[in-house]
């Protein structure tokens, strides 16, 4: 399996069909980005009372990034690798930006209930 390298970032080699392509310091950056929007929103929260800081709060730190994370990286498998032109690639990209709030909700809901604060 030998790939055309466009660009200075190495691709991933993999045999399964749908994660063909996938350049993969591009897909770390992407979940990356996608893990520091809702971990820099929850630190500005924190920052803003941190007399109410308590060490119950680590856990909702921790998952709801993660979510972000998981968001962050199928967006960039939607607009980027799966439907990289045409109409479709704007579908592609709205679904994965619900999906990204979607994860990041249930990133918080796993969170909280683990915790015990979801009722």
């Known amino acids: ?11 991933m080699k993999t ?3 749908f994660l063909k392509g996938i350049q993969t310091k591009s897909a770390a950056v992407a979940a990356l980005i996608g893990a520091c929007i809702p971990f820099s929103w929850l630190m500005f929260l924190i920052l803003v009372k941190s007399e109410d800081f308590e060490s119950w709060m680590y856990i909702p730190l921790t998952f709801i990034p993660l979510g972000g994370l998981f968001g962050g990286l ?18 592609a990209i709205s679904f994965s930006t619900l999906l990204y709030f979607v ?3 249930l990133g918080a809901v796993f969170a909280f209930s683990l915790v015990g604060l979801w009722d």
């Open 15 to 17: 045999s399964i069909e």
């Open 103 to 105: 994860g990041i909700w």
């Open 1 to 11: 399996m030998k790939y055309k390298v466009l660009s200075k970032h190495k691709i």
């Open 74 to 91: 199928f967006f960039y498998l939607m607009g980027f690798i799966w439907f990289p032109s045409g109409g479709r690639k704007l579908a």
